[in-house]
């Protein structure tokens, strides 16, 4: 038991080094021109070896994305039941903030690099059919019609895009801009738009 609890901690160690290495390679030379065998020779590993810990260079980038949209879902679980969808979402994206973003200099990286970056864009939208699987299961339950899942999944998809929305303008403002301010024009247009 101890080894493996070893190993398992030199497998953390060995892929918090790629992360953090590929990072400052992102930030020094871009995401683009920044190559998976760069980041290989930079922590003293093989390709192969790359591979076996992510499946993609983005996926150093966006790794977390699933754990946040789970945080996102442990939130909103725990929201009121006779809470609106829209509210409830809102909250819970907000509740789960503290859980997933707490550093504003590397998020700020983040936004920049996944708003200049086609094929991190890509990819984002490939995570984050995760999300929409995972909440609008929550969400169902807080609407009425003939198919509250169907209306779950749309609400889901488009609070997640205006989330981008957000995203990529508050990287605009160079962090300057209140993201939750952000979100919240972005999701009043979408409603006023749908009841005009």
């Given amino acids: ?23 400052r390679l992102f930030l ?4 683009e021109a920044t190559t998976v065998d760069d980041i290989a020779e930079q922590v003293g590993i093989s390709r192969r070896t790359f591979f076996r810990y992510f499946g993609t ?11 946040r949209g789970d945080a996102v879902a ?5 929201r009121p039941a006779d809470e609106g969808a829209w509210e409830a979402l809102r909250a819970a994206m907000l509740d789960s903030l ?5 550093d504003p200099v590397a998020d700020l990286a983040l936004a920049r690099m996944m708003k200049d970056s086609p094929s991190l864009r890509a990819r984002r939208f490939e ?3 995760y999300w929409v699987d995972t909440l609008s299961p929550l969400i169902a339950p807080r609407l009425q019609g003939a ?7 749309t609400i889901v998809s488009a609070a997640l895009s205006c989330v981008d929305l957000a995203s990529d303008t508050w990287a605009d403002s160079d962090g300057k801009a209140d993201m939750i301010a952000l979100y919240d024009s972005a999701v009043a247009a979408l409603r006023d738009s749908w009841h005009s």
């Fill in 1 to 23: 038991m101890a080894a493996r609890s070893a190993w398992s901690r030199m497998r953390d160690a060995l892929r918090q080094e790629i992360i953090e290495t590929a990072q």
């Fill in 28 to 31: 020094e030379h871009g995401f």
């Fill in 57 to 67: 260079k983005e996926d150093v980038v966006l790794g977390d994305l699933q754990e």
């Fill in 74 to 78: 442990r939130a909103l679980a725990n």
């Fill in 98 to 102: 503290t859980e997933t973003f707490n």
């Fill in 127 to 129: 995570k984050r059919l």
């Fill in 147 to 153: 198919n509250p899942h169907y209306a779950a999944t």
